[in-house]
């Protein structure tokens, strides 16, 4: 294509004068588009035109009068970029570090002879979600985003596949970007991609959780293999890369479409999704039920301090997770969204601990003083940019809650999830992207996904749009990572033999038998004390 | 009040024009304040407006000839406090995450069979005393702050409570901002909440350490809900927040007033004299002395590497902690606070453990490695802008050696400190802040507190005022706490039913009877090893 | 002397009108230095002045009109400058935080008996480094760097030592900044020595893992006292400070000099060779090979899940690292350099764990993923800035398989490496550098070293040159770590009475003889599992 954006790998032509902005608007005044014959005879549209053809003018002929001025907007545009840049890579760089977070959590919450196991698939997930990412998923989940606005407005990543319903463009798929080469090869591309590929890995660690202490690893690899190149990709271009959901709004006055700020559906939910589709076809831990299905074992974490090391690294991250994507640090907001944050966090571990201490098991549990944070910090994510100190409040209460219930269900129903990750990403993740529906308080959001005026949900007068188009988005989900995980399944089942290990290993412990050596030793463990043989089988 | 400063939420309208600044200073001049009728007899100010005015109609003037210089001004201004937020926010970030070094630290340094319980204090503090500083900590703290300087200027915090002696205020309590919620819902008053909230739980956490491994968890509880709401924000209102040892310079003329950059008695003395008084009146626990007070039995660390992985990420939070307290990343004297924070860590750890190598146990011992590097950390803390990279160093090492020193004090009068909290955050903090009225410099600090000229102490040439008014920060640091931790300690007392677990728990671990579930499962432990049972109680 | 750059302490100077710099040039025009008599008489020469002359005028003229565009153009240098420092600083924690990887790393991989040891060697060495570089190390190191550019342009440190063949002048080392008094007293020189120190002190940890298990904690420490001081400076100013490996390009053509983005050769083949030499010198941990030099007994690594949060951290750390090396968050290839960094790393852990499990020992080793992450981390530090994604991916997994093979190498010539620093480390950092020679794809690194045009390697048509000078780099880090290490051994092993513990605190475990307590107390541990006694001594 003649005029395709050219990409800028070292990122020298990237910040210039029309990146120059403020609260008071754009320093440049760019020429209006000419009118078309027949927009010649709309009368509104000639004034507008006029107006704006006038203020061209204007500035242009003040241009001329300052040249230094317009000289020095060059490098007051570049210093807003790069302070966007600086934002956007370091906030990425916290999100990365949450792999090390979900790393100690799952295997702080299993057992210590497979602790080796739990912690090298959290690890290897890492390099293997993010090369297939590289290889084909950011193309297919950003390919057709259009201009990457507060990093300099690099319009290359411009190609989304779909189909016309009428006049309206239904996203479905970007393809542009793949390898990173071509289109590619440009700075804000690459920030862009770092951003997002640690989102990604984010949910591919998920469900390391809820198959945890007796998933093969190698159908854990085949499942990593497709994590990031199609499994994550495709519901996430429908959220964040101009794909259906993010246009329900523009295309069918859905509210502002589905509004997912940081990733309580677009990357928690997706995860705690196939969670709960692994962990329940690869089945529960051997000796924790009977074979009329009671809970005759409970089995404790191995680690409470991992596990707690664990949830602050995560509680650390998610700092970068929820202010940063802004993906911009010139847009002031990221200050709410840190405390509405850090205050979801709080209620939502709070609640939690004196939920389980009052009402459950009259004792403060330590591993669910751990997933009430997290719950809270899942259902903020999607709300945190809309929401008011309360509102986060509020609302990370309430995740704190439904997470304990939500575990005891689950153990309720035989699906066992070693860590809770069901209930934490998946279930809160569907909580906290309804709750935007109800506490954005119109503050924040003019424009978003095209719709004009800010993000308002049912309890601050916005009635029920916004929240109808949070429920389809969650219910997409639902519906789209369901089939996707029972295919990937079935795939890991066929190349790998199976996706579970044979019970004498799961008994021994997965260390040694599939990892070569333990994962702790020179210590005593207790191996029989985790696992009674209780001549229960699946 | 008709004209209370508008909060600005979403952050749009933060940062313009008059944030434009630079070496050379203000880009807009401001219109003079007219003269009273008073004031036009005096010569001195008549010439002082004159000047003034002539400049503003200069600058009036000039503007219009450049409309385009000064459109693009707001872009400046909002570009630089854009730098400022993201360079409080990512610092808070990092002060933040030292809330996982002070759990790693404090379980490290205790038993493993209290593994879980001293974790779970640590864990849920940070929730516990953050809600309380949402609720009133804050607005307590900082109510009556006036302009936030560095973030755009927003003067809603304008409403501090206290009483005049003849025409100078004395400030005790702010009133604003609860809930975060009317004057406090805006994006700079958010920023500055997010960074003083991480504070607060810094000292919050402090006292979980001294009063180790024999707190009823619900005791705590109590503690916890005490800290954020009113323990902490007293003594910080009147330094930090505008209150009577912020203004002791301007007032009295005594020095700058109790200068203390980023919290030696702020944050580190007020959590070490809670642990004091919590580690006294608690009492040592079973089976380090005898009956005739003698130790008889050392309690050993029972990790080490968890210790020292908790000492790492309090140093690497610490650049957060100080640098951070600029709220300016647009003051570059942070390079300088950096590395001062940096070299005061290295000789306090070398200082400490040499002491012990060579004076005390002969050998090198790595707890105390630890806590001479918190130790020097801790003192750097209130000096770290105002002296050189030799005054950092030498204080760090005297501060090594004082904890070494300090602990065996402590241990000696039989105020059993488990991790060395009052030594390393309680003198060393009192430590740090008498220091810098010693070693500040000269070459910082200029107008500090209202009072013209740098910050300088004795061996810089500028007399004993600074030290003296770092003294009565302390003198008054360390009466208050003491007075709130006794009502503290005794309403947790009488609502908790004690502070103290039973000796039954205490010699079993307070693991599982206070939290359910051991710290550690499937790991085989040796607790007779940790507590022999010696025949003494308390 | 009389015209010395003035040091700036509290940062207020710095940053003005001449730092307003964009993709479109500088804004300020500067006049240009007067011909000589000479000069004069060149045509060429009269005319290139003649132009900038009449530019300057122009600017000047220009300047007189737009006094407000002037004034503003120095807050938009000091947005600019300031923007560098925030992202110097920021990234500088982040290599900080290293520390605590390597900790973890080496302690995970090590015995649980030497736990305590380890980890202290790896705690101590933050300090007692840092030190060093402080009383002298920056000084020999960057004393003669000349102007900080991207942080102001200080140029106070400007004293290199070296001679001269014919014109050519061949820095040998530094010679300003000493206990950064003085000259050193700037905040931009301070935002240097940060950066660095923690640079200099991730050498200094990596020969910790080389000799773990067996060296005298007293021959460390003076191993310490000299890595910060001399040992790492020299090459260094070679490199980054001046010296002649950068100038190989302008002095005598050979590409650009010896390139090393953020330190393959400088930081990691340094603390290789050193690891290499103390190795080799101490010998192996008794019991792992026979008397005929056969590997009786591997010697697993204790903690898996130590040793992979430590991979994590310094995973996440080498984000400071690597995009961190630009000083300037304004220089937009940051993002770039990130994400090659994060590719290297994602297929060096790929490609080891699936050469060890398809080819070696047919498992998915854990401690072979953690060291395959780090050998694409290391490999990718010298060329990340000047390579293509796919580029970064290949280089990468070759590092992964390198590092494999030379872990079983050096096991097989009986070179005991407990941790494989010098595979990771050494090995991989002379073919980091190699490959950026074979790599370089010319879209980066214009003008670097002196020399115009930008780097380009073997693959991207830029010839063997650019792979002669990292040839050379590598050679010279080699010799020459090798004789320092072994005058600083045997000067250790004078002082220390060896620098080996003796045989029967090695079979104890060194944590209770050398350092007082047990790294892990209350847990039972197995050590004659450990080590069994196989009758073998060195």
């Known amino acids: ?119 090298s698939m959290n690890f290897m997930i890492y390099p293997l979600g993010m090369l297939g990412f590289y290889l084909c998923g950011f193309a297919f989940m950003f390919g057709g985003l259009g201009p990457i606005g507060t990093m300099g407005g690099y319009a290359g990543l411009n190609k989304e596949l779909g189909f016309h319903i009428g006049d309206k463009f239904i996203g479905l798929l970007g393809w542009k970007g793949f390898l990173l080469q071509g289109a590619g090869y440009d700075s804000a591309a690459f920030a862009l991609f770092l951003f997002q590929m640690v989102f990604m890995d984010t949910t591919a660690t998920i469900p390391t959780g809820g198959a945890a202490e007796r998933w093969k690893f190698s159908a854990f ?53 196939i969670a709960l589709i692994f962990a329940w076809l690869i089945g529960p831990r051997y000796g924790k039920y009977n074979k009329e299905g009671k809970i005759v074992h409970p089995i404790v974490p191995h680690s409470i301090p991992m596990a707690m090391l664990g949830t602050f690294i995560l509680a650390f991250g998610w700092f970068g997770f929820n202010p940063g994507s802004t993906l911009a640090g010139t847009d002031l ?36 003083m751990c997933n009430g944070m997290l719950a809270g910090l899942v259902a903020i994510t999607a709300p945190c940019a809309f929401v008011s100190a309360g509102g986060a409040s509020i609302l990370g209460a309430v995740a704190g809650i439904i997470v304990v219930e939500s575990v005891f269900f689950f153990d309720k129903i035989g699906i066992d999830d070693p860590v809770g990750a069901i209930s934490v990403h998946g279930v809160n993740g569907a909580w906290g992207c309804l709750s935007l529906g109800l506490f954005a308080d119109g503050t924040y959001g003019e424009g978003w996904n095209g719709v004009s005026g800010t993000v308002r949900g049912l309890f601050y007068g916005g009635g029920m ?69 209780v001549g229960q089988r699946h």
Chains 1, 2, 3 share one sequence.
């Open 1 to 119: 294509m003649a005029d395709e954006p050219k990409p800028d790998p070292a990122g020298i032509a990237t910040g210039l004068s029309v990146d120059a902005q403020s609260p008071s608007g754009t320093f440049v005044t760019s020429a209006p588009a000419e009118l078309s014959a027949d927009d010649q005879k709309d009368p509104d549209k000639v004034k507008a035109y006029t107006d704006a053809k006038k203020a061209f003018d204007e500035y242009t002929a003040q241009a001329k009068l300052e040249p230094l001025a317009v000289k020095l907007s060059d490098s007051v545009g570049h210093n807003r970029v790069s302070i966007n840049f600086v934002w956007t890579l370091i906030t990425g760089f916290l999100v990365m570090f949450m792999q090390a977070g979900f790393a100690l959590v799952e295997t702080g919450l299993c057992r210590a002879k497979n602790a080796g196991h739990t912690m």
């Open 221 to 273: 690899m085949i499942y990593g293999a497709c994590i990031g190149t199609i499994m994550y990709p495709l519901f996430g271009n429908w959220v964040w890369g101009g794909g259906w959901l993010a246009t329900l709004g523009s295309n069918f006055g859905i509210g502002h479409g589905h509004v997912d700020f940081a990733g309580s559906s677009v990357v928690h939910m997706q995860g705690g999704v």
């Open 465 to 533: 749009n916004q929240f109808w188009a949070e429920l389809i988005g969650v219910s997409a989900c639902f519906v789209t990572l369901t089939i996707l995980s029972l295919i990937v399944y079935y795939i890991a089942e066929v190349l790998a033999g199976g996706n579970r290990v044979s019970l004498d290993v799961e008994i021994e412990g997965l260390d040694v038998p599939e990892m070569g050596i333990p994962g702790y030793s020179g210590m005593m463990l207790d191996k029989d004390a985790e696992t009674p043989h």
């Open 333 to 368: 907001r990221i200050a709410v969204v840190a405390v509405n944050t850090m205050l979801a966090s709080a209620t939502g571990a709070l609640a939690a601990t004196l939920w389980m201490w009052w009402v459950r098991t009259k004792k403060p549990d330590p591993s669910m």
